[in-house]
């Protein structure tokens, strides 16, 4: 069973960037597919990025699309969300998830998640 671990979260001015870092342990970080997910006060849960566990093919919630970059390093066991050029209705807490086998971008799909780390951005 894999643990995960999100950091990199904080207060960052709109256009600005920011790269959130989540780290595994208790498994093999490379048989999984990871997920960054994002929860807004008083809305549900949303997908944000997914990246197979080669990473070799991503997807991208049109929100984000073009501004957001998802990568991972199995070797670190470490995967990434670069967000640049952010906007203040990008604040949330973000958490990254795991499964098993292909992407998904539905949250009942992710068995593993982190305890999430705060992301605002100021306009």
């Known amino acids: 069973q894999v643990q995960l671990v999100e950091s990199g979260g904080g207060l960052v001015q709109a256009g600005g960037s920011l790269r959130l870092s989540c780290v595994a342990s208790?498994?093999?970080?490379?048989?999984?597919?990871l997920g960054w997910f994002r929860q807004a006060p008083g809305k549900e849960r949303e997908f944000v990025a997914a990246?197979?566990?080669?990473?070799?093919?991503?997807s991208y919630a049109d929100s984000v699309k073009g501004r957001f970059t998802i990568f991972r390093n199995n070797a670190k066991n470490t995967g990434y969300l670069q967000m640049s050029s952010p906007k203040p209705e990008d604040t949330a807490v973000y958490y990254c998830?795991?499964?098993?086998?292909?992407?998904?971008?539905?949250?009942?799909?992710?068995?593993?998640w982190g305890q999430g780390t705060q992301v605002t951005v100021s306009s």
């Open positions: 998830a795991a499964r098993l086998w292909s992407r998904s971008t539905s949250v009942y799909d992710y068995p593993y």
């Open positions: 208790g498994g093999t970080f490379s048989r999984y597919t």
């Open positions: 990246i197979t566990w080669s990473g070799d093919s991503t």
